[in-house]
Nanobody
Framework: QVRVVESGGGLVQAGGSLRLSCAAS????????MGWFRQAPGKEREFVAA????????YYGDSVKGRFTISRDNAKNTMYLQMNSLKPEDTAVYYC???????????????????WGQGTQVTVSS
């Protein structure tokens, strides 16, 4: 069993930055891929970014490429999402997710993740 908890959301003006954190517990953190997703009201869950077990392979959704950076610190059992140049359309609940045991790569598909956090709200004002 893996537990993941997001933090770092909040209200920011357009053009600003936020850093989200995802703390994981319950299994060796370095053994699985992880990802960030987001969901705005009335919209489907959207892929934001993913990272493999080592942090050397990263993937991004088209809408955040060049603005967001995903990273992980296996020694701290924590994943991060640095969000720069935020836009009002980035407003959403952001979710951290972990893949099942043995799946060390990241993925853009929500159904390939087994564990989800409760989400953290990010609001970008214009």
């Amino acid at each position: 069993q893996v537990r993941v908890v997001e933090s770092g959301g909040g209200l920011v003006q357009a053009g600003g930055s936020l850093r989200l954190s995802c703390a994981a517990s319950g299994r060796t953190f370095s053994m699985y891929g992880m990802g960030w997703f987001r969901q705005a009201p009335g919209k489907e869950r959207e892929f934001v970014a993913a990272i493999n077990w080592s942090g050397r392979q990263t993937y991004y959704g088209d809408s955040v490429k060049g603005r967001f950076t995903i990273s992980r610190d296996n020694a701290k059992n924590t994943m991060y999402l640095q969000m720069n140049s935020l836009k009002p359309e980035d407003t959403a609940v952001y979710y951290c997710a972990a893949r099942p045991a043995g799946y060390v790569s990241g993925s853009a598909y929500p159904n390939e993740y087994a564990y989800w956090g409760q989400g953290t709200q990010v609001t970008v004002s214009s």
